[in-house]
């Protein structure tokens, strides 16, 4: 099978089987880590809403929403500011889909984001795209992957292409509704900001890095997000882009330095967590540098903070 088939059908099984966040499971997203990443993304999210009138038939998206945490953490953000909208989330998994319910009571739930309701949407993806499937290429051909007597194996080697036409085409559906009901999606991922070469399929399982063909369905299978291509999808769809921007930079022109102190400030005995868990997010050799954020909105909405 491709490479493509093969991480499609990993993940379909590995999502829907389990809560894979946390110390306890294989791996730790930034709205794990802290209160505050959601907070900043609600208070982005917030920022761009008024400013675009505050209109009363938005609604907030997410796909991919895990736990349902960063939803949970920018929603309280968004609903002080006076925003009183739906909440949808995209979500394949049963498992994971209990787990936002007990989140966010009230959202509804999707397959796909074909049926999101046609409205102006404040939409965050938070390595969401990451997992969607990727096609590699050896000198021009599809790389697979084949069944030998000693187990599963790439059938080439050699310098390899990336592309993903599945998450391009989920960029471009989210670009065309913007452009079409209004609002504006953030998509915060590890990645690069320049297509190149290069094979960054990997596995991670109990927080460490495993061979990719092992154990198919029981790792998280990713790849570093190509932004560039992101772009350039939204672009073609008609969405307006903005730069891709470091998410430790992002985090901090958004004031998550001040939320820290505050936390810290209102539990004092939390305070060495708190600055802990700001290192995570903003350090360049922690999420601050390889994680990056880009937003696409529609022509006519204002450009959210944190770009510039
Ligand atoms: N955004 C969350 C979770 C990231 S993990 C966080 O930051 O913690 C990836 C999420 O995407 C999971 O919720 C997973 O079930 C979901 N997912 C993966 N592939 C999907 C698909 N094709 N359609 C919808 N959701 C998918």
Redesign the pocket.
């Known amino acids: 099978m491709t490479v493509e088939a093969f991480m499609e059908a990993c993940?379909a099984y590995y999502?829907g089987t389990r809560d894979p966040?946390g110390a306890e499971g294989d791996f730790t997203?930034?709205?794990?880590i802290s209160q505050m990443f959601g907070e900043m993304v609600g208070a982005a999210l917030a920022d761009c809403w008024k400013r675009a009138a505050s209109p009363a038939d938005a609604v907030y998206v997410e796909?991919?929403?895990?736990?349902g945490?960063?939803a949970a953490d920018a929603l309280r953000v968004l609903r002080s500011a006076g925003f009183t909208g739906e909440v949808h989330f995209?979500?394949?998994?049963p498992v994971?889909r209990q787990a936002q319910a007990a989140a966010v009571p009230d959202a509804r739930w999707h397959e796909t984001i074909d049926t999101l309701p046609s409205s102006p949407m404040l939409l965050v993806a938070?390595?969401?795209l990451d997992?969607?499937p990727i096609q590699q290429f050896v000198h021009g051909t599809e790389r697979r992957i084949g069944l030998l007597a000693a187990g599963l194996a790439f059938e080439r080697d050699g310098d390899i292409v990336e592309i993903s036409p599945i998450r391009e085409q989920v960029v471009r559906d989210i670009a065309s509704r913007l452009k079409d009901n209004g609002g504006v999606a953030l998509f915060i991922d590890y990645g690069h900001a320049r297509s190149g070469r290069g094979d960054t399929l990997q596995a991670v399982r109990g927080h460490r890095f495993s061979p990719v063909l092992a154990d198919p369905g029981e790792q998280d299978l990713t790849s570093h997000v190509d932004f560039e291509a992101v772009q350039r999808a939204a672009r073609d769809a008609g969405a307006a882009v903005t730069p891709i921007v470091p998410q430790g930079e992002w985090l901090q022109s958004l004031g998550i330095e001040r939320r820290a102190q505050a936390l810290a400030r209102s539990n004092p005995d939390r305070a060495e967590d708190v600055q802990q868990a700001l290192n995570r997010l903003i350090v360049v050799d922690h999420m601050g540098e390889l994680f990056k954020v880009v937003a696409i909105h529609a022509p006519g909405w204002p450009v959210p903070v944190g770009f510039a």
């Open positions: 993940n999502y966040f997203t930034a709205p794990e796909p991919g929403p895990g736990r945490t960063l995209v979500e394949t998994s994971l938070n390595e969401f997992a969607l």
